[in-house]
């Protein structure tokens, strides 16, 4: 079946360096993404999300890009940070739903700070 | 703390017995998710209540797992005749459906190993 996948499994940076993770997904149906981070022992955390109608969206240090021709999501970190070190989880909210939403997550992509 | 409580943290059963999980969502949450998540990879969905009405389940669920929620507030997980299959991290996610698309708040969640 259709799936969300990733690009990289494993990113090194360095500290203060930006970070680009990618994220691939095959649902061209798919209206809405979130990335999500998660720390070793822990629930994953959400980080950002966008819906289909729009290319980019901005938080704190962080943005997502989508491009829908493509089908490829990308998070963008600044200035990295070694709190930032995790392994990053892209999710698709995955149609048809009839009353919710099933996302379907990707393996993720490891994330390390060098100092 | 308001986030999604999972209990308990950590389960060790033996092939065979019965094993019960629950999630306490964030409290103005009407929607509630299991996911299944195991090493290397990202989380798989389960299942998902609106209120206390199950509306999916993947073909994931076997007979042997049932999922509860009976005033619309808390879960149980339940897993019956546990196999060495069933080890795996189960995470509780909630989000208030005000709209079709809303983000996911997962828990800690249940590490269970089946020995």
């Known amino acids: 079946g259709e799936s969300v996948g990733l690009h990289l499994p494993t990113l090194s940076v360095q500290e203060g360096d930006n970070s680009i993770i990618n994220c691939a997904y095959s649902?061209?149906?798919?209206?809405?993404f979130i990335w999500y981070k998660q720390e070793s022992g822990k629930g994953p955390q959400f980080i950002i999300d966008i819906r289909s109608n729009m290319d980019k969206r901005q938080g704190q240090r962080v943005t997502v890009l989508l491009n829908k021709t493509v089908k490829h999501l990308s998070l963008q970190i600044a200035a990295t940070q070694p709190g930032d070190s995790a392994v990053y989880f892209c999710a698709e909210n995955t149609p048809p739903v009839n009353y919710g939403q099933n996302f379907v997550f990707g393996p993720g992509t490891r994330l390390s700070v060098l100092p | 703390d308001t986030g999604v409580s999972q209990d308990p943290r950590h389960k060790i059963t033996k092939r065979g017995q019965n094993v019960t999980f629950r999630c306490d969502p964030i409290s103005e949450h009407n929607r509630l998710y299991w996911y299944r998540q195991t090493l290397g990879q990202g989380p798989e969905f389960l299942t998902y209540f609106q209120n206390e009405a199950q509306l999916e389940k993947s073909r994931l669920l076997s007979d042997r797992f049932s999922a509860e929620r009976p005033k619309g507030s808390f879960s149980t997980l339940e897993i019956q005749r546990t196999e060495q299959g069933d080890s795996a991290m189960y995470l509780c996610?909630?989000?208030?459906?005000?709209?079709?698309?809303?983000?996911?708040?997962f828990g800690n969640g249940t590490r269970l190993t089946v020995t």
């Open positions: 996610a909630s989000s208030l459906g005000t709209g079709k698309n809303s983000p996911l708040h």
């Open positions: 649902n061209s149906a798919s209206d809405y």
